[in-house]
């Protein structure tokens, strides 16, 4: 016996936010696994060895086997490792909002849906995602810029913490503003940014509560797939840094398990950050049934595509 499947817009109670958002995982696994190897392993492989490079590069100097080159290669695999994880946010973010819209526009939900079908819809995901981190990137900077002047002309550092209590503040509402530009199309960037704000502000101890617990939850998630990882670099660590003439860490082996356990905890980073996506979305769809009554839209245009294949009812003295 199917499920019947999971409404984007509905007014959920806390428990229920959860309790959808795994098993909205649970019935689409197949597609969101599949989904998340072609979209972000590759990018996962690069990762690793940027990750690995710093490490590498840092032990070095510790051992006291420094140079500018070294300094050099640390610098660009820094910057190498903020744009591949920038962009695997954007491809992880577009990914699972494309996979929720097509769930909730589609009669038979992700049943029997492909990549290729959802490929439009995460195409559209991610030109958004990436012009709506563009902006909010321009308007931190900007405040950045302001605060930093007004401590200058001032030597307050009040200014600094004042600021930084409204940024941590402003998380919260800011959190809805990518589902509202990715699931309303007729939205702008700028109005995606009003209406996501004016939905935070009203649920917003809610939202806060409940982005606590899902925090909660991805980071227990990412310190598991983490461990490995950060249990041979430790023993790498240790034994490169003494004279003891242990050199089994230095072997080519170690150093390519060491590399695997890294793209291991890249990957399960982004499957853990997905499931407070499939969260969030599912909280800004109880938000905005809330306000607009989506749904009852929804059962409208519904109703009224149904009412075109009762047509032959009109015509039924004509089939006698």
């Not at 920038?86 to 491809?91: F, K, V």
């Amino acid at each position: 016996m199917e499920r019947p499947k999971i409404p984007l817009y509905k007014i959920r109670s806390f428990g229920d936010k959860f309790s959808d958002t795994f098993e909205f995982i649970k019935e689409n696994r197949r597609v969101w696994f599949k989904g998340n190897v072609y979209l972000l392993l590759p990018l996962c492989l690069l990762q690793a060895l940027c990750m690995n490079s710093v490490f590498s590069e840092m032990l070095d100097m510790e051992t006291g086997v420094a140079s500018e080159a070294a300094m050099i290669k640390v610098g660009v695999s820094y910057i190498l490792l903020f744009l591949f994880f920038m962009l695997g946010t954007i491809l992880l973010s577009a990914f699972t909002y494309a996979m929720m819209r097509y769930h909730n526009e589609q009669p038979n939900g992700l049943r029997g849906a492909t990549l290729k079908d959802l490929k439009p819809m995460i195409v559209k995901c991610a030109k958004r995602a990436f012009l709506i981190g563009l902006m909010l990137t321009v308007i931190i900077f900007v405040i950045l810029f302001v605060m930093g002047l007004l401590i200058a002309a001032s030597g307050m550092v009040v200014f600094f913490l004042i600021f930084l209590l409204v940024g941590v503040a402003a998380i919260v509402p800011l959190a809805l503003i990518y589902p509202v530009y990715c699931f309303e199309d007729n939205e702008t960037v700028f109005s995606s940014i009003q209406r996501g704000i004016s939905l935070g502000l009203r649920s917003y101890w809610g939202i806060l509560g409940f982005l606590l617990v899902l925090s909660f939850l991805t980071n227990t998630l990412q310190s598991i797939f983490m461990i490995p990882w950060y249990i041979m670099a430790l023993i790498k660590g240790v034994f490169g840094t003494s004279n003891s003439g242990v050199a089994f860490t230095d072997s080519a082996i170690y150093n390519f398990v060491l590399y695997l356990f890294g793209v291991l905890q890249a990957f399960g980073m982004y499957l853990s950050t997905s499931l407070s996506l499939v969260g969030l979305g599912f909280q800004y769809g109880s938000i905005a049934e809330e306000v607009d009554g989506f749904s009852v839209e929804e059962d409208i245009e519904h109703f009224e595509e149904k009412s075109g294949v009762d047509a032959d009812i009109d015509n039924f003295d004509k089939l006698v």
